[in-house]
């Protein structure tokens, strides 16, 4: 319904494996959000892409590397990560970030847990 | 720092009304959202306030004090589907969203 799919929905890795989290959009966006979302915190905005050119990195661990081939594809690449990691990892898109009336449209999230 | 603030839970009647708080401080104000988040699922959006006072749809509605640093979300005739997590988020001077961590909202028969 909200037009921003996720995959996979749910995730279980070791703190030695690598794995992809894929987001499309299919809004005719132009910027594209991770966001991890712990539980009783708040959002917390990983990376931005706007028109497919990485705009925000708010200090995320190298662990996590992002990648926005185009302006409807967002994926998340995972090596090797910790414990603390597992959250629901949400994807958005939006027309245009620079706008104050931008809304943010978001996927269900991918539930992953780091064993 | 830039901080929201909106209480972690929140229990209601089905039929009945409630209101839900949120605080901000932030550096500028370019509008405030509301969201709507169901165990498990997307966020969705329910509304977005940049000037001062009441928006209303439908059973939900909107309120903004800019200079209070002040909003709330009022949900009427509560039906059990409005359990619920709510989230509010502010857009600062940088057009960042800034959001709090969420109130939960519990609906009782």
């Known amino acids: 319904e909200t037009g921003v799919t996720q995959t996979p929905r749910h995730l279980v890795m070791g703190m030695t494996n690598k794995k992809s989290l894929k987001c499309e959009q299919h809004?005719?966006?132009?910027?594209m959000y991770w966001y991890k979302q712990s539980a009783k915190k708040p959002l917390e905005l990983m990376f931005v892409?706007?028109?497919?050119?990485?705009?925000e990195n708010n200090s995320v661990p190298s662990r996590f590397s992002p990648e926005c081939p185009n302006s409807s594809h967002l994926f998340l690449h995972l090596h090797t990560l910790q414990p603390e990691d597992s959250a629901l990892y949400l994807c958005?898109?939006?027309?245009?970030?620079?706008?104050?009336?931008?809304?943010?449209?978001f996927g269900p999230g991918t539930r992953l847990t780091v064993l | 720092g830039q901080n929201i603030d909106q209480p972690t839970e929140m229990t209601a009647t089905e039929g009945a009304i409630v209101q839900i708080n949120c605080t901000y401080q932030?550096?500028?104000?370019?509008?405030l959202f509301w969201y709507q988040q169901h165990a498990g699922e997307a966020p969705t959006f329910l509304s977005y306030?940049?000037l001062d006072g009441l928006e209303e749809k439908g059973r939900f509605s909107s309120f903004l004090s800019r200079s209070k640093g002040y909003s709330y979300l009022l949900l009427k005739e509560l039906q059990m589907k409005d359990s619920a997590s709510y989230l509010c988020a502010v857009r600062d001077s940088n057009y960042q969203l800034i959001w709090g961590a969420g109130t939960k909202l519990i609906i009782k028969p």
């Open positions: 809004l005719g966006h132009n910027a």
């Open positions: 306030n940049v």
């Open positions: 892409y706007n028109f497919k050119e990485q705009t």
């Open positions: 932030t550096s500028g104000f370019n509008g």
């Open positions: 958005a898109s939006s027309q245009d970030p620079g706008q104050g009336t931008d809304t943010q449209y």
